[in-house]
Every structure is written in structure tokens, then in C-alpha cells.
């Protein structure tokens, strides 16, 4: 982004950890006690900023509390307009798939 003119880029990593453990990560330097971070890129407001690191931080603690490992995609802003989007690397879709997806959007029956 360009501060000068107002525009504002940032990526955002977000990581949650389990009661106790940064008190050891603190003690030992060990990165290991700390969580999974995931990264959340090309945040355009403060707004979206902190709307990402909620949910982000939400979905990171229902994961832990059912039992289950965070695993670290990266995000972008669109995905977070529907949560759960967020897939990491996604597959671009190829000239036949776009031609469908136009062809949905016609009302010419």
C-alpha cells in the first residue's frame, strides 16, 4: 500500500496457544510450546484487520477445545467474507469451468 495516500496492505499471522503454555515457550525460548501460526494476507482496513484476528482466533480455539490440530493455510480478505472459504492455495479454475460459471448467470430462457 501506499501510507501517503491512505491506502493500507497488511498480513496478518494469528496463533493461539493452550493455558500454560506460553509461560513455558517464555521460560524455555522454545517455539514448539506456542501454536500453529496462520497467516492472513492482503488486509486493506483496521476493521478487516481486527474482523480477521476474531475469527481467526475463534476458529483456532473451537479447533483445540474439539480435540483437533490447527493447521496453517493462508488466507486472503475475500475468504474471510465466508468463513470457512479459506483453503490455502486454491486450484485456478480453467477456461471450461469460467464458461460454465458465465453460462449460470444468464437469464436467457
Do not use: W
Request: net charge negative.
Amino acid at each position: 500500500g501506499n501510507m501517503q495516500n491512505g491506502n493500507l496492505r497488511a498480513d496478518v499471522n494469528v496463533s493461539v496457544c493452550r493455558p500454560g503454555q506460553y509461560e513455558k515457550y517464555q521460560e524455555t525460548q522454545d517455539f514448539g510450546h506456542l501454536g500453529t501460526r496462520c497467516e492472513i494476507k492482503n488486509m486493506n482496513s483496521m476493521r478487516f484487520i481486527q474482523a480477521a484476528i476474531d475469527y481467526e482466533a475463534r476458529r483456532q480455539i473451537a479447533i483445540l477445545e474439539d480435540g483437533g490440530e490447527v493447521v496453517s493455510p493462508i488466507l486472503t480478505d475475500p475468504q474471510l467474507t465466508t468463513p470457512g472459504k479459506g483453503k490455502g492455495k486454491q486450484k485456478e479454475k480453467g477456461p471450461k469451468e469460467k464458461q460454465d460459471d458465465d453460462d449460470e448467470d444468464d437469464d436467457d430462457d
